[in-house]
C-alpha cells in the first residue's frame, strides 16, 4: 500500500462516512486476564463517543511506511490453506458477526502481546465503496466498480489515571477526583486485507507498530506467520555496523557523506516527483555510491555478502530507515556534532602535525552557548 491509499482509507474512516455498524472490544489486564469483552452498536452510540472509537482504529493508519506501517506478504500456499489467513477470511467474511471467531482472535493477540498495563482490542468491520478515478485523478463519488471489505485493529494501552481536583458546576467548588481508567493511542494494529491498486488484495496486510524500535515479531508470527523485515531503528543501526565492517580502512567521512547525500538526494527527489509508491533503495544502489567513491572491489564485495547477511538476500530498504535525511552527526567519545544534512560539505578531516582533527567551516554566524563569537586572525593554527 502506499500514502495515497492508506490517506483514502483514513479519510474514510468516519462515522459519517463510514459503513461499519458495530465496534467490537476485549480489555485485558497485566496478567493477560480479560476483563470484559463487547459488541457495541455504533448507531446507537452518542456520536462524541463513536467518533473515538474511529480515531483509535484510525491511528492504525498512521506513521511512516516501512517504519511504523509495515507490508504483511502471504505466500500463495497460505492463502491457499492455512489456519491464520482462514481465520482473518473468516473474521471479514463473518463481519465480527461470529462471536466464536472474534474469541480465538482475541486469544492469539493475548497470548503474544505484553503489557505493564491493561489493554483494549479494538476490532471493526467496514465496506468502502470505492469511487472510480479518473487518470487525471478525478474522483466520481456516485460512480464505484470496487467494493473493498476490511477489518481493521487496534491494540491500546489502557492507563489509569491520577485522582485529580476538577470543578463541579453544581456546588461552584473543587472536589477530587474519581481515579479513571484511560485508553491511550494504539502501540500495534492491523489491517487485513490490503487495499492496493485501491483494491481489496487477501495476499497482503498492513502491520501497525508506534514504535519503530521493535515490531513485536511473536504477534506478527502468530496472526499471519510470516518474516517481517528488521525494526526500522535495528535497520539503521545494522546498515551503519555493515558500513564500517565491510569498508574497514575506507570507510572515511568522504564515503559517509557521499552515501548520506545520494540517499537524501533519492528521496527529496522522489518527494518532488510526488510519486505514490514508497521509495526502495537497493544494494545495487548502495555498491554502486561505494564505486563512485573510489572504494575498492574487495571492499564492495564484502559489503555485497555482508548485506545479504544482514538484511536478506537482494532486500530492498526504505532509505528513511537506514539515514536521518534531517540532520548530519559526527561523534567522538567527547564530543558530538550535528549539521544540516545539505551542509555536510562544512565538515571536513584532516591530519594536522601527527594529530587527526575534524575541521568545521565557520566563516560567519558562530555562537558559543548562545552568544555570538568573532574568529580573528590572531586565531590561525600554526603546524
Given at each position: 500500500m502506499n500514502d495515497k491509499e492508506i490517506g483514502e482509507l483514513r479519510r474514510h474512516l468516519r462515522r459519517d462516512r463510514s459503513n461499519m455498524t458495530a465496534i467490537c472490544g476485549c480489555y485485558v489486564n497485566g496478567q493477560k486476564e480479560i476483563i470484559t469483552s463487547f459488541r457495541q452498536s455504533l448507531g446507537l452510540m452518542p456520536e462524541n463517543e463513536?467518533?473515538?472509537?474511529?480515531?483509535?482504529l484510525k491511528r492504525s493508519l498512521s506513521g511512516t511506511i516501512g517504519k511504523n506501517l509495515i507490508d504483511i506478504c502471504f505466500k500463495t500456499a497460505q492463502v491457499g490453506n492455512s489456519e491464520e489467513h482462514k481465520l482473518l477470511m473468516d473474521l471479514r467474511e463473518s463481519r465480527l458477526k461470529d462471536e466464536e471467531l472474534v474469541q480465538k482472535l482475541y486469544t492469539k493477540i493475548i497470548e503474544h502481546v505484553t503489557m505493564e498495563d491493561s489493554y483494549l482490542i479494538l476490532l471493526g468491520c467496514d465496506t468502502y465503496d470505492v469511487p472510480f478515478k479518473s487518470k487525471d485523478d478525478f474522483v466520481q463519488k456516485d460512480n464505484s466498480d470496487e467494493s473493498y471489505t476490511y477489518i481493521v485493529c487496534s491494540i491500546c494501552p489502557v492507563k489509569q489515571t491520577k485522582p485529580n481536583l476538577h470543578y463541579v458546576a453544581e456546588e461552584k467548588l473543587f472536589h477530587d477526583g474519581a481515579i479513571n481508567q484511560m485508553v491511550s493511542a494504539p502501540v500495534l494494529g492491523f489491517l487485513f486485507p490490503a487495499f492496493d491498486n485501491r483494491s481489496t488484495n487477501?495476499?497482503?496486510?498492513?502491520?501497525?507498530?508506534?514504535?519503530t524500535k521493535q515490531s513485536n515479531e511473536e504477534l506478527v508470527s502468530a496472526l499471519f506467520h510470516t518474516p517481517i523485515p528488521k525494526p526500522a531503528a535495528e535497520q539503521k543501526k545494522s546498515f551503519e555496523a555493515l558500513l564500517g565492517s565491510a569498508l574497514d580502512d575506507e570507510c572515511s567521512m568522504e564515503v559517509v557523506q557521499e552515501v548520506h547525500n545520494q540517499l537524501c538526494q533519492?528521496?527529496?527527489?522522489?518527494?518532488?516527483?510526488k510519486v505514490a509508491e514508497p521509495l526502495m533503495i537497493t544494494k545495487e544502489d548502495v555498491k554502486q555510491v561505494l564505486k563512485e567513491c573510489g572504494v575498492s572491489d574487495n571492499h564492495v564485495a564484502k559489503f555485497s555478502v555482508d548485506y545479504d547477511e544482514a538484511f536478506g538476500f537482494e532486500a530492498d530498504l526504505h532509505p528513511k530507515n537506514i539515514i536521518d535525511n534531517k540532520r548530519f552527526e559526527i561523534k567522538t567519545s567527547d564530543v558530538s556534532i550535528k549539521v544540516a544534512p545539505d551542509r555536510a560539505d562544512l565538515i571536513e578531516t584532516r591530519v594536522i602535525g601527527g594529530v587527526k582533527y575534524i575541521l568545521i567551516c565557520a566563516d560567519e554566524d558562530v555562537e558559543v552557548n548562545g552568544v555570538s563569537i568573532h574568529i580573528h586572525d590572531r586565531d590561525k593554527a600554526t603546524v
Open positions: 463513536a467518533e473515538k472509537y474511529f480515531a483509535l487477501i495476499y497482503n496486510a498492513l502491520y501497525y507498530t508506534k514504535d533519492r528521496i527529496e527527489m522522489h518527494k518532488e516527483a
